[in-house]
């Protein structure tokens, strides 16, 4: 979807919300608060927070669908580093509404941005031995492009100096455990502590969970995004993309060494007092 042609922005305030996040660590001041949402009305900005190889382009492409609202990228970066709400992106689509799929993490500032917009995020995560396989054939299938090591085909945590082109799927196996658990965990546990303290109103959705009960889960998307009563029509059920309809669920166990799983679990076993259950660790 294209833009509206007559998008513009109130000078003011927009200055205004710049100053006081520059001042306060992401905190917009009140009164450019209260003016963005006067002029939001009922339009929504919607934010898929979800992790790599979590299903959250389909779950971002569907609500766009259902919610006839435009899809727009509201991170700071269109390579591989939209792990930050940006300020300038959030005014500018304020008054239209958007989609946006972002591989953002919960920290404070992207929790004050949320707040200051209405943002109620949907939190996609998938089982994590799963996501490790998925992420080894997404990267074979990268590695054809010629993009490939350019910054945009591919995973800001997994970006090397070397290339992992020569690398047994064994090999590549092991880079991505070293190399993008720990984010997954990041990304896992700050959103985990903002939704505990507080700080955002999130839902928590799983890849399986919307390969089991495609109607019910986004009927409880739409609902507590504030749809209630969007149609949903039969061809969304009908999912278009075919790896996400395979879903390939649980292929992590047979892929995976016992070895492989024991490290994947290593990175967990740093924060004894998070379930990561969403995860299957």
Same mark, same amino acid.
């Not at 996501?131 to 490939?148: E, G, Q, R």
């Given at each position: /979807? ?59 492409? %569907? !609500?766009?669908?259902? %919610? ?11 390579? %591989? ?54 992420? /080894?054939?997404? !990267?074979?299938? +990268?590695?054809? +492009? ?25 090999? !590549?196996?092991? /880079? ?33 969970? /919307? ?36 879903? +390939? ?28 259950? +969403?995860?299957?660790?």
């Amino acid at each position: /979807m294209s833009l509206p042609s007559n998008i513009e922005v109130d000078a003011v305030p927009f200055l205004d919300a710049v100053t006081g996040a520059a001042m306060g660590d992401g905190l917009v001041n009140e009164a450019a608060q209260l003016h963005f949402a006067n002029e939001r009305g009922d339009k929504k900005l919607i934010v898929v927070a979800g992790a790599p190889r979590s299903g959250s382009t389909f779950l971002a492409n %569907t !609500l766009v669908k259902c %919610t006839r609202l435009l899809y727009f990228r509201l991170c700071s970066a269109y390579g %591989t580093n939209e792990h930050d709400l940006y300020l300038p992106s959030l005014c500018l689509m304020n008054r239209y509404g958007c989609v946006s799929q972002l591989h953002i993490k919960g920290t404070f500032h992207n929790a004050a941005l949320m707040q200051a917009f209405g943002i109620k995020p949907i939190l996609l995560v998938r089982q994590i031995d799963d996501i490790v396989v998925s992420l /080894m054939h997404d !990267l074979k299938d +990268k590695m054809l +492009k010629p993009d490939f090591g350019t910054g945009q085909s591919g995973y800001s945590f997994l970006w090397q100096d070397h290339s992992p082109k020569d690398l047994s799927d064994e090999r !590549l196996l092991d /880079m991505i455990i070293d190399l993008a658990v720990p984010w997954f965990v990041n990304f896992y546990v700050s959103w985990h502590r903002l939704c505990e303290q507080g700080a955002v109103e999130a839902l928590w959705v799983t890849y399986e969970s /919307m390969l089991a009960d495609k109607q019910g889960t986004l009927r409880q998307i739409l609902d507590f995004l504030g749809f209630p009563g969007v149609p949903i029509e039969p061809e969304l059920l009908d999912f278009k993309y075919q790896t996400f309809r395979e879903g +390939k669920r649980g292929r992590g166990s047979w892929i995976l060494s016992t070895e492989q799983r024991a490290r994947i679990r290593q990175h967990f076993s740093y924060y004894p007092g998070i379930s990561f259950d +969403k995860y299957g660790a």
